[in-house]
């Protein structure tokens, strides 16, 4: 079992839906990263968070410590949103992150 | 601040050769990642460094590469003998402190190709 799951794998829908990605990890964690890499891109940083809520413009984050578990959410979904996504965290001593596998997001116009 | 600076962005090798992969981490970083990105894969944890030490190598391949982070200069990824399976992107990150601390950033990586 990997350390850290997303959900889903791919997901496809409408410009300005509402979007949810899943994470669910394993190991006790000080603070879990959400970021972001378009196809043959590079990968940008898009939250570190360790409790509660953060917004950047239409972006949410939220992660519950004591469930283990962080969702990423986009509102007013737009085609540029479309990327892969990807939460990551620090591993046992917190010098290196492992990652989910990361969940490919398209929006159709 | 230009950022976590990697180059070459391409990288074409033929199998034998040997790759040097350059990280320059965001200015006041003193702590540097290595991570591949095999194709279709997700992203994998190679070497942790800090300033001329090699803090954490548990992620790399015990044959053909090595890491260091020199007191003057960039990080640098070195994969000797290329095989096709070293194909990958590689992509540096640099903090100030820990994985845990704000500002960790990356690169825009070096796709490496080796035909």
């Known amino acids: 079992k990997n350390e850290v799951e997303q959900s889903p794998q791919n997901l496809t829908a409408q410009e300005g839906e509402f979007i949810t990605i899943n994470c669910s990890y394993s190991v006790g964690i000080s603070a879990l990263h959400w970021l972001q890499q378009h196809p043959g891109g590079g990968i940008v940083s898009l939250f570190m968070l360790s409790s509660g809520k953060k917004k950047h413009g239409r972006l949410i984050a939220t992660i519950n410590i004591q469930e283990k578990h962080s969702s990423l959410h986009i509102t007013a979904s737009h085609p540029r949103d479309s990327a892969v996504y990807i939460c990551a965290v620090p591993y046992l001593s917190a010098q290196k992150l492992v990652f989910g596998q990361g969940t490919r997001l398209t929006i159709n116009p | 601040n230009a950022g976590v600076m990697q180059n070459p962005r391409h990288l074409v090798r033929r199998r034998g050769q040997e790759a040097r992969l350059r990280c320059s981490p965001m200015?006041?970083?003193?702590?540097v990642y290595w991570y591949r990105q095999l194709p279709e894969e997700g992203l994998k944890f190679m070497v942790y460094?800090?300033?001329?030490?090699?803090?954490?190598e548990s992620g790399m391949p015990k044959e053909r590469f090595s890491a260091e982070f020199p007191k003057e200069g960039p990080s640098i990824l070195r994969i000797q003998q290329v095989v096709r399976g070293d194909s990958a992107a590689y992509f540096c990150a640099s903090s100030p402190q820990t994985t845990t601390s704000n500002g960790y950033t990356f690169g825009s990586g070096t796709r490496l190709t080796v035909v």
């Open positions: 460094l800090q300033k001329e030490n090699i803090i954490d």
């Open positions: 200015k006041g970083h003193s702590h």
